[in-house]
């Protein structure tokens, strides 16, 4: 589909030539002879790209930059000249012209710097629109989708956000984005001034998840040499998350309970109680009400858990937001990594959004990241994005006559994820499909602290 582009040129036979060659490419083209006159097409509708010589009649293409600038800003400016020199080069790119071009242009050239323009200033474009979602205070923003089930999620969090509920339980599959949500009806809310503190209750054992928790008193137990502050307390004013509370060990859980009726706790070793507002924002993906009536989990901490329950839905009931968040994570990836920034091409768009994603938004996530690592290009295509054994049959782990060690397994695992990533834990994590608090919980265990060889 051809672009809107303005050519301002006072030579009338190289603007008739140059528009001609546009025109024939499929473009549409609104023609100039000066300053003044171009000030005029800029009254209408957009320009998508704009091709400016530098001497005109009635002053220099950087006078037409600057109209083009102040009505129109961020479209890309290709300047030319006859008078081609190196220092008015480094002027007209530091004004902020896309590429500087010596006259006479080659009509073909001339389209494929257009073709270069427009595609980068999209890129720009969107790069600036995801990366303002993905700084804090964007709430319920954050949770990216267009799709209907997306947009009620997000009003779901404005209101829950507003109200003044203590205890908001988010329920959904693991890797739906639960976390996300936490934060953004923190943000959204009166609290968002105040702290969002957060921990995984299965990245832990219970003693020291109490500790965290409720924090201690000088001599509660060995090694307890110092009065310590928990996360209940630090989140003061603020909101608490705690993430897999199913979880969670009975005695914690009553802890908890009264932490959500009285509003208050005390600390290990403490005599005395200590008050506290907090809201309570839980996650689980198991199912809590089974749990209650099997006996791992309280009912009557279910009951003012599920205060406000939300849905997390899985990324397989809303395949149309699929190809927002892969172009999302291509950009904060690529960004990350200190790479220009990355498209999708519609082929692998459409592929992407035809996979179930069983791993959900954390599985897509890291689909993306292995396709920007491994790509050469800007566009990503589906070669790009093919899954590994696709087009062969794949194997399955056959489970072991004498059965398995399942945690040496996982921590197998985990040395071998640290290799690949050289150490990095949350790129580890995304790995395993594990939380960044469980990883650094099993490396403390096995001895492997942040900078050591996990072999």
């Known amino acids: 589909m051809g672009a809107n582009l303005l050519l301002v040129e006072d030579d009338s036979l190289i603007r008739r030539a140059l528009a001609s060659k546009l025109r024939a490419a499929g473009h549409r083209v609104r023609e100039a002879d000066?300053?003044?006159?171009?000030?005029?097409?800029l009254d209408s509708e957009p320009i998508d790209a704009a091709i400016v010589d530098y001497r005109l009649g009635d002053g220099t293409g950087f006078d037409a930059m600057e109209a083009l600038e102040g009505k129109q800003p961020g479209v890309p400016v290709l300047m030319l000249t006859a008078y081609a020199s190196v220092d008015l080069?480094?002027?007209?790119?530091?004004?902020?012209?896309?590429?500087?071009?010596?006259?006479?242009?080659e009509g073909d050239a001339l389209i494929e710097h257009v073709a270069k323009a427009i595609e980068t200033a999209e890129l720009r474009r969107e790069n600036r629109r995801l990366r303002r979602l993905t700084e804090p205070g964007q709430g319920a923003d954050a949770f990216l989708g267009a799709s209907a089930t997306a947009k009620a999620l997000r009003d779901q969090m404005r209101l829950v956000a507003a109200s003044p509920a203590r205890a908001?339980?988010?329920?959904?599959?693991?890797?739906?984005?639960?976390?996300?949500?936490?934060?953004?009806?923190?943000?959204?809310?009166?609290?968002?001034?105040?702290?969002?503190?957060?921990?995984?209750?299965?990245?832990?054992?219970?003693?020291?998840?109490?500790?965290?928790?409720?924090?201690?008193?000088?001599?509660?137990?060995?090694?307890?040499?110092?009065?310590?502050?928990?996360?209940?307390?630090?989140?003061?004013?603020?909101?608490?998350?705690?993430?897999?509370i199913g979880d969670m060990a009975a005695g914690l859980q009553a802890k908890l309970l009264g932490v959500l009726e009285e509003r208050r706790f005390r600390r290990l070793g403490a005599l005395q109680e200590t008050e506290v507002d907090v809201r309570v924002v839980s996650a689980t993906h198991r199912d809590l009400k089974t749990l209650a009536?099997?006996?791992?989990?309280?009912?009557?901490?279910?009951?003012?858990?599920?205060?406000?329950?939300?849905?997390?839905?899985?990324?397989?009931?809303r395949p149309e937001d699929v190809p927002v968040l892969a172009q999302h994570f291509a950009v904060q990836i690529a960004a990350g990594w200190g790479r220009p920034a990355v498209r999708l091409a519609d082929e692998a768009v459409a592929a992407l959004a035809a996979r179930p994603w069983p791993g959900n938004v954390r599985e897509l996530r890291n689909a993306v990241e292995?396709?920007?690592?491994?790509?050469?290009?800007?566009?990503?295509?589906?070669?790009?994005?093919?899954?590994?054994?696709?087009?062969?049959?794949?194997?399955?782990?056959?489970?072991?006559?004498?059965?398995?060690?399942?945690?040496?397994?996982?921590?197998?695992?985990?040395?071998?994820a640290l290799r690949r990533t050289d150490g990095n834990q949350s790129a580890a994590a995304r790995l395993l499909s594990l939380s960044r608090d469980q990883v650094r919980y099993r490396m403390q265990r096995l001895g492997l602290a942040k900078g050591t060889d996990p072999a």
């Open 34 to 41: 000066s300053v003044q006159a171009a000030k005029g097409c």
């Open 89 to 105: 080069a480094v002027e007209a790119m530091r004004r902020g012209a896309f590429t500087y071009l010596a006259k006479p242009v």
């Open 168 to 244: 908001v339980l988010l329920e959904g599959e693991s890797g739906t984005g639960k976390g996300l949500v936490a934060r953004a009806i923190h943000e959204e809310s009166s609290r968002a001034s105040k702290p969002f503190v957060s921990i995984t209750c299965s990245a832990m054992p219970e003693t020291l998840l109490e500790s965290e928790l409720f924090g201690h008193e000088p001599g509660a137990f060995t090694d307890a040499r110092r009065k310590k502050m928990g996360l209940v307390e630090a989140a003061e004013g603020g909101t608490l998350f705690l993430d897999e």
């Open 293 to 317: 009536r099997e006996g791992k989990f309280r009912e009557d901490l279910l009951y003012r858990l599920r205060v406000v329950p939300l849905r997390i839905p899985p990324l397989r009931e």
């Open 370 to 416: 292995r396709a920007v690592i491994l790509s050469r290009g800007d566009v990503l295509g589906v070669a790009d994005f093919r899954e590994e054994g696709a087009g062969e049959e794949r194997g399955t782990m056959v489970l072991p006559p004498d059965g398995v060690d399942v945690e040496a397994l996982i921590d197998d695992l985990l040395r071998q």
